[in-house]
């Protein structure tokens, strides 16, 4: 089991910047892969950004990529995502999800965090 708790959104002007974070706490935190998505209101939601199962390589979603960075600390076990150059597009419900690496397979995700991006 995992429990997340993201943190960190807001009201921000477009070009700005904010950092969210996301603090995991669980079993075997090491058998978990961390990741950011995002769902806007009327849409799908959405892939943002994630680490590799492996843990050594960082994936992005086209919309985001040279933008946005995900990072983590493995010490305070606490996920971040920093976004920076924000567009009103950016706007929307920030989720963090732990993926279980080992049987059973589930995905948990936290209560998401509000980022909206004005003109």
């Known amino acids: 089991q995992v429990q997340l708790v993201e943190s960190g959104g807001g009201l921000v002007q477009a070009g700005g910047s904010l950092r969210l974070s996301c603090a995991a706490s669980?079993?075997?935190?090491?058998?978990?892969?961390m990741g950011w998505f995002r769902q806007a209101p009327g849409k799908e939601r959405e892939f943002v950004a994630a680490f590799s199962r492996s843990g050594g390589s960082t994936l992005y979603a086209d919309s985001v990529k040279g933008r946005f960075t995900i990072y983590r600390d493995n010490a305070k076990n606490t996920l971040y995502l920093q976004m920076n150059s924000l567009k009103p597009e950016d706007t929307a419900v920030y989720y963090c999800k732990a993926s279980r690496l080992v049987a059973p397979n589930y995905d948990y995700w936290g209560q998401g965090t509000q980022v909206t991006v004005s003109s």
């Open positions: 669980g079993r075997t935190f090491r058998n978990y892969a």
